[in-house]
């Protein structure tokens, strides 16, 4: 579904925005659409057609890696108000990696056009400028996510991924499934299982239909 | 060691010269500086203190991530007229990961100073642009190594590696020892050494002291 709205504020939403020329300002708005997304929708597949620069309006997104066997490693969410440029990718030369983004909820997302964004990245520097720090951004997400995985002992990072995902929903209870958790983390279900298990008996969570339920926050957040 | 080249051709090293003001030109021609690193030594150690911007005039550079325990992961190789933008990455404030840069063979490299970069970085959009540029160039070089890592299988990776390595040095013989090419490919020595000794018994390549010859190019780049 895509709409366009008059009243959209371009300003907040595309911090190059006072840099543009009239006739720029004008081209942007032309090519700047309201798109919304189900809940676990593809929208951006690592080929080199692509959608353009995405503003999340509301729900969120998730990045992530897929090996040709199909596995997939998450590299990062983007919330209400973060720009994803990945799905950009398209027009940025210097970006060669395939990256896929999924709708992780039903999402309202800003979207700049490759075409327009691309016109302006080579009319107006500061356009270029701001793509390429979103990049280097989403360069440093990224890292952070590869160092995780490669060398986190799986115990450390399961805790961390609970109390990072506490934090950000508040209350006591995860809901989401051992198959999710896995998912955002790059591994597999039964690892995740084997160890929410290890947790169980460490009396640091419950399991329940409802999700993962943390009891002891003080000893997770000492195995972080 | 530390010299001061009159002669040295900025415009060649530093592609934003010609946006520079005649000041700015001035301040860049001060605050570069020729160094020379031995093999093996240390340049850059992922701390916030940094070296600056720096341009391989000889020799090459090895970037690489360090765990807690020691282990390395190569992300890239950096080869004459190759620009280090991760040497500078305390003053480019979306770069918040630890990087290590090694000097790999006995290297010349032209270094810009941190300080005197992140100064023209602010004054000039044209050398803010090209730092976040090179360093989305570098996060597709990461990219690319992370995804060998992550999702090739190890034959795959060796075969690449080998094919990649003879095509660099020409000739027919990698003289690196089992230990080298395991650091290059963030491997152990046990595992390189068994996958060789299987390329030996498929004759794909011979082990000497002097390295390891490739003795069937087309079976080699079958594996890849």
Same mark, same amino acid.
């Given at each position: 579904?895509?709409?366009?709205?008059?009243?959209?504020?371009?300003?907040?939403?595309?911090?190059?925005?006072?840099?543009?020329?009239?006739?720029?300002?004008?081209?942007?708005?032309?090519?700047?659409?309201?798109?919304?997304?189900?809940?676990?929708?593809?929208?951006?597949?690592?080929?080199?057609?692509?959608?353009g620069l995405m503003v999340v309006k509301s729900g969120s997104l998730r990045t992530y890696l897929l090996?040709?066997?199909?596995?997939?490693?998450?590299?990062?969410?983007?919330?209400?108000?973060?720009?994803?440029?990945l799905s950009a990718s398209c027009v940025i030369e210097n970006i060669t990696f395939e990256v896929f983004?999924?709708?992780?909820?039903?999402?309202?997302?800003?979207?700049?056009?490759?075409?327009?964004?691309?016109?302006?990245?080579?009319?107006?520097?500061?356009?270029?400028?701001?793509?390429?720090?979103?990049?280097?951004?989403?360069?440093?997400?990224?890292?952070?996510?590869?160092?995780?995985?490669?060398?986190?002992?799986?115990? +450390?990072? %399961?805790?961390? $991924?609970? !109390? *990072?995902? =506490?934090?950000?929903?508040?209350?006591?209870? &995860?809901?989401?499934?051992?198959?999710?958790?896995?998912?955002?983390?790059?591994?597999?279900?039964?690892?995740?299982? +084997?160890? %929410?298990?290890? $947790?169980? !008996? *460490?009396? =640091?969570?419950?399991?329940?239909?409802?999700? &993962?339920?943390?009891?002891?926050?003080?000893?997770?957040?000492?195995?972080?």
């Amino acid at each position: 579904m895509q709409q366009k709205e008059k009243s959209l504020n371009y300003k907040k939403y595309f911090s190059f925005y006072d840099h543009l020329s009239d006739s720029e300002k004008e081209m942007l708005e032309r090519h700047t659409n309201t798109v919304t997304y189900s809940k676990g929708e593809n929208i951006h597949n690592g080929s080199d057609v692509c959608k353009g620069l995405m503003v999340v309006k509301s729900g969120s997104l998730r990045t992530y890696l897929l090996s040709e066997e199909g596995r997939e490693i998450t590299l990062y969410r983007i919330f209400d108000g973060d720009v994803c440029v990945l799905s950009a990718s398209c027009v940025i030369e210097n970006i060669t990696f395939e990256v896929f983004v999924d709708a992780e909820e039903d999402s309202e997302v800003i979207i700049l056009s490759a075409a327009a964004f691309s016109k302006l990245m080579s009319s107006n520097i500061y356009v270029e400028c701001y793509a390429y720090k979103l990049a280097t951004t989403s360069f440093s997400n990224v890292m952070w996510a590869i160092q995780q995985i490669l060398f986190m002992s799986f115990d +450390r990072r %399961l805790a961390l $991924f609970l !109390s *990072e995902e =506490i934090k950000k929903t508040g209350g006591d209870t &995860i809901s989401l499934t051992h198959e999710q958790v896995a998912k955002y983390m790059g591994s597999a279900r039964e690892v995740v299982s +084997r160890m %929410l298990k290890y $947790f169980v !008996s *460490e009396k =640091i969570v419950e399991l329940s239909r409802g999700g &993962i339920k943390i009891i002891d926050m003080q000893k997770l957040e000492r195995l972080v």
